[in-house]
Structure formats: structure tokens, C-alpha cells
DNA sequence: CGTCAATACTAAATCGATTAAGTGAGCTGC
DNA sequence: GCAGCTCACTTAATCGATTTAGTATTGACG
């Protein structure tokens, strides 16, 4: 066997630098305490060697773990915007030196004791995901993607996407294309932000004396419930938009609707609250709103930074971001 | 500010029970030194104290980092089959106590020098993707998720799924059904599985005489391409049957079809090598390949684990293992 | 009775970094 | 000329668990 790699450590650097394991560490921190002479040999040399500090160590001294937990909500794989989000939170962790980790939805028992890490990241907390309570007992800084559905839940921070502007900007324009009776299908399951979009939808029915034509659509059963709704809302004849709250569940809006003899962008206007290449590509183009998940997983991620790093300081109350959305209009709502 | 909770130590345990660390950590670890008396009160008295080991602690004593670090393809967001391997990866590895992180692709300089893990799972390594020789240059134990396409990068073991067979069953539907120009389109990225798939329908075809058609189309453009690729296909009018590698790459070549007359099940069969719930419920319904990415993820993890546990042990080749697909025939291959 | 061995423990070193406390040299100011 | 101070460093404690080496007690046996 090839003789077992071990990494330099600090007690090397020093040893080579003819310095103390301290003046080594000061030196490497940028703290004072060393001459300046002294400083750049040891740098020089750390480089020299190849010298990379053990973050476990790190992390013991510390006692911390540099690990944040992200979780996501459960059957959701279908859905691109969770994994991009997830990228985003883990391209910031990485700046910052942080291990990101992604807690199992399974194996009930073990989170309910303890979880290994600093923070936890929860995307879309789900108002019936038992999970979340649980993982809210843990006593960790926590910070959401979108709004604890439940305000009782309180959390260190939370990144909210501006959803109510980019509702009311796709009615606008169902409107402006000539849409007087438009519908929107939202999740069964209560997140902030479908929430929000539903409140944004009846607020702006009951401004124009319309009646609000919602269905819901679970998760776990998206196609089949989404192609259930659909048809409740194209067989009574009336409806003449619809608004469905993701890039997959649009597709199959778009494919009853072909199927019932609807023509997409003329005598049915449709659009997504979630953007995905996909839609862009359709034909018609399906109008969508970019959420641009990548950005708000980094958001999420600097904000927990943000309540990490200022664990001692003086209690400030929770904090919230909004982020803007864009709409990005395409064939199906209109040329 | 409320008093920072501070987690048990062994020490707290070893004092309680009027013994040494040592002692404590034997009747912990369930290792012979302790009489069984002090066992059990050692035991009883981590339970009622909610004792739980710090893996800080436990990984710098046994210099590991207790992280798995998993590498995805890039651009495949849209691809719930990575979302779901990486969830198998997770709930395996949660079960012996390891965390798992995702390596992210943007900041290449920090991955060339070094990558807090013990091992790495690469999952569909790619001929192209740059990124996956410098990982292998970290000298940690690698098993990939299918095979390395590069013969000569050695890896400490590869899970792969049986593409071959599945391929042949579904050209062999193909042809029961009717089709005698069947083609596939297939990923511009040369990865394993698609490469495995290539090949096992070009024998296909040569062993009937038949002339293969081929499309490629690539995964960050994998809607503008397969649409194009699909166009050609069709567009000559012989090609009967259309086998895509993505789930969501044949509901492109479904669109395009529909849009050019085709009716498909009747004069059209397409099936997908990727299944996923939308496929079930497309109307008309869309045979694919099940390749249960959850049970693969976990097998990854395993086989990752073993390659961990007995890295001391002899030098054994590298390990395989072939996993069984199951192809779930629907409506798109005739009734 | 003395020797040897086994049992059940304790003391201390270890993993690699950070950091509080301590030391000696050199300088200032009175 | 010396108290007092700063600077540049070193020593040693620390984080929490594991593990090696060592010690005291017991029992067996010739």
C-alpha cells in the first residue's frame, strides 16, 4: 500500500519556520503579534508546503461544526428550482469555508434527538411537513426560504420572493389579452408562498367584482391532481386563463387544453409561477415568472451567515429580505 | 441573551458515574474493560443525561472528516433522477452516521487543492466535464455512479445500472409493435449510460440489417436540441419509433410529434431510458426505464462504505456492481 | 507464602488548531 | 539607572473523544 498521505499541519509549518505553533497560527490568522518579517516566512513556507488548516480541528476548538443543514420539502425531486436553490446555498457556503448538507426526509427518529450543524436552511416550510416542528425544537439559528407558514414558528431570518408583484403582473396582463375570467391552480399543500400568490389572486378578483376560481393540486400527486383541475376548470366552458403554480404542473394544463381543442395564447391564456427552460421552448412559449433560484439560495445562505456570525451579539429581531421576481412574458399569454 | 446550551460531554457521563473518561468511553463503545455493573450504569446514566458523542471530537481523534462528498453533472436541474439519487446517497449515509455534501461546480480553484471528505461518489461522470479529473487527482477513494468513460481514470468502484438490457427490451417492443426504422437520441455529453445505450442499439440494429439513426442533443440545451434532432427524424418520414435518453427530452419529441400529425402509439412508438411520474400520465402514456435512482443512490453510498471500511485491509480489485432496470411498457409502444 | 495472570480500572498522550498567560529583550522617560 | 511599557515571541491549556500504558486488586496454583 502506497504510504498513507498526511496532510501538513501547523505544527509542520512552524517546525520549518523555526517558530512557535502560536506565531505560526498568528502569523496564518493575519492577527498582530508576530513581526512582519516573521509573518511572511511563515507564509511563505505554509504556501511552500502546501499547508491547508484542518477544519476539524478548526471546527472542535471552535466548538462548532461549519456544517449547515438545508432541507428541502419532500417529493419535490421534479421540481429544478429546489436543486438550483440548492446549488445557490452551497456556491455561498463554499466562499465562506462551510460544509452544506441536506437533511433526510426518512429516518424520522435521529433529528428528532439532535442534528449535526450550525444552522439549518428550510426551503418552503410546508404548513403540514411534521418535520418542521421538529426540526424548529432543535434550537438552532434558522433561516427560510419563503415564510414560516405558521407565524408561531419564529425563526432567526427569512428570504421572501416578491410573489405578489409578479401575480398581479401575469393577471394584468390575462387581462390586458382579454381574459375576464381566470383561474388559478394552487398547491394542497400551504406554503407562504402559494399562500401569498392565492391572497394575491382573490384580492385581485374581489377588486374587479370576479369570482375566484381556485383548485388545488398536491404535490405528491401533481399530474393527476393538475390534469383533475384542469378539466374542472375548461369543462364548465368559462374559464379563459389559468394560472398554475409550477413549470411541471403548466405542461400538463397545456396538454389537456390541446387535447380539449383550446388554443393556447388565443382563446386560453396560460401561464407558470415557477420559470424552467422548458417553458421557454414550448409551443406556444409559456409565460413564467424567474425566480432566480441560484440568487435566493445564496440569499438564504448569507443571511444565516449574517445570524451565525452575530450569535453574541445583541438580539436583534428576526430579519427578512424581499427579493424581486421578474416575469418573463412569452406566446401563451398573448402575442 | 438565554444560557448557551451546551451539549453533554463524556466527561459529564464519566463523573457522574464516579468513573474515568476512559472507563466511560469503553462502556460506550461496547468495548471490553469495564465490568458489566459499570457498564450498565454508565449506560443508564449517558441515557438519562441524553448523552450523544461529539463527531467533532470523534473525527479529528480518528482524523476523518465523517462527509461524503457527491458530484452531480452540471446543468441537470430538470433531471429529478440526480435529485433522487442524491436523496438515496443521504439516507444511506445517514445511517452509519456520515454527512454528505454536494461539490459545487462553479469556484474550480478551491476543489484542485484539497475536499474536506473521506470519500466521493461521482455520479454519471462525463468525457467532457473538466472538473472530474481534478477530483480525481485529490487521492480519495472515488466509486462512481455508472462507469468512469475514461477506462484509464481508476476508481474504487462503480454501481451500474443494466442499460443494456432495458435498451433491448425496448427496441425489441419497438419492432413487436411494428417499427422497422426505430432511432434514439441520445446525449451529447459522452457518459456511460448513454454511451452503453449507443452501443447496444447500434448492435441491435446491425444484427437486423438495419441502418442506425442517431440524434444527439445536449443537456444544457436539451430542449432547442432534441426538438432540432427530433425535426430531422421525423421530417424524412421513414423513422417510426424514437427512443430519448431524458424523461424530459420525450415530452419535447411528444410536442414535435403531435404538432407534425404523428399519432403516437399508432404511427409513432417513443419511449424514454429515464422514467418519471409525468411519463405515467402523458396521454397518451409513455413507456420508460425505471431505474430507481433512491435504491441506486443508496447503493453508492454502500459500496462507498465498504471501500472506506477496509481501506487498511488488502488491495482488492475495484469493485462492480450491476443493478437491475425494469422497464415499464405504456401506451407509446402500442396497446 | 510468593509468583503469575487476569480483571477493572485510572492517568496521560493524542488528534490539530486556537488562545490566554507568561517571558525576555529593548526602549522610553524621569 | 531603573520602573514601566511595548513588542515578539513561547508555553501550556483547551476543545471532546479515543487509546496506550500503567496500577491496584483479586484469585489460582505450585
Same mark, same amino acid.
Given at each position: 500500500m502506497a504510504p498513507k498521505f498526511r496532510p501538513v499541519t501547523l505544527k509542520q509549518v512552524a517546525e520549518s519556520a523555526r517558530v512557535s505553533r502560536a506565531a505560526a497560527s498568528f502569523a496564518l490568522s493575519g492577527r /498582530?503579534?508576530? #513581526?512582519e518579517d516573521t509573518r511572511n516566512r511563515v507564509l511563505k513556507i505554509a504556501a511552500e508546503l502546501g499547508y491547508s488548516p484542518n477544519q476539524t480541528a478548526q471546527n472542535l476548538r471552535s466548538s462548532r461544526t461549519g456544517i449547515v443543514a438545508v432541507y428541502l420539502p419532500e417529493n419535490? #425531486?421534479?421540481? !429544478?428550482y429546489y436543486m438550483e436553490a440548492t446549488f445557490g446555498i452551497i456556491d455561498a457556503a463554499e466562499l465562506s469555508g462551510r460544509t452544506v448538507t441536506l437533511v433526510p426526509? =426518512?429516518? !424520522?427518529? &435521529?433529528h428528532a434527538t439532535r442534528l449535526n450543524a450550525d444552522g439549518l436552511i428550510i426551503i418552503d /416550510? =410546508?404548513?403540514?411537513? &411534521?418535520h418542521v416542528d421538529k426540526l424548529l425544537g432543535l434550537g438552532l439559528p434558522v433561516v427560510t426560504g419563503e415564510e414560516m407558514p405558521d407565524p408561531n414558528h419564529r425563526v432567526s431570518g427569512a428570504v421572501i420572493a416578491d410573489h405578489a408583484s409578479s401575480t398581479r403582473a401575469i393577471l394584468d396582463r390575462f387581462a390586458a389579452a382579454g381574459s375576464r375570467a381566470p383561474a388559478i391552480i394552487t398547491t394542497k399543500e400551504r406554503m407562504s408562498w402559494s399562500m401569498s400568490i392565492e391572497r394575491c389572486y382573490r384580492d385581485w378578483c374581489a377588486e374587479r367584482g370576479l369570482d375566484a376560481r381556485i383548485e388545488v393540486s398536491a404535490m405528491d400527486l401533481i399530474v393527476e391532481d393538475t390534469r383533475r383541475a384542469t378539466r374542472k376548470l375548461l369543462d364548465d366552458g368559462t374559464t379563459d386563463a389559468i394560472l398554475a403554480l409550477t413549470d411541471g404542473s403548466v405542461l400538463t394544463v397545456a396538454g389537456y387544453a390541446a387535447e380539449s381543442g383550446r388554443r393556447i395564447g388565443k382563446d386560453l391564456f396560460i401561464a407558470a409561477a415557477v420559470d424552467s427552460p422548458v417553458l421557454g421552448y414550448m409551443n406556444p412559449s409559456v409565460t413564467a415568472v424567474d425566480l432566480n433560484p441560484r440568487d435566493f439560495g445564496q440569499r438564504c445562505m448569507n443571511m444565516l451567515e449574517r445570524v451565525l456570525d452575530s450569535e453574541q451579539a445583541e438580539v436583534q429581531g428576526p430579519l427578512t429580505e424581499l427579493v424581486p421576481t421578474r416575469v418573463v412574458f412569452r406566446d401563451s399569454t398573448g402575442a
Open positions: /498582530p503579534g508576530v #513581526s419535490v #425531486s421534479a421540481l !429544478g426526509h =426518512t429516518n !424520522g427518529a &435521529p /416550510p =410546508t404548513l403540514e411537513d &411534521p
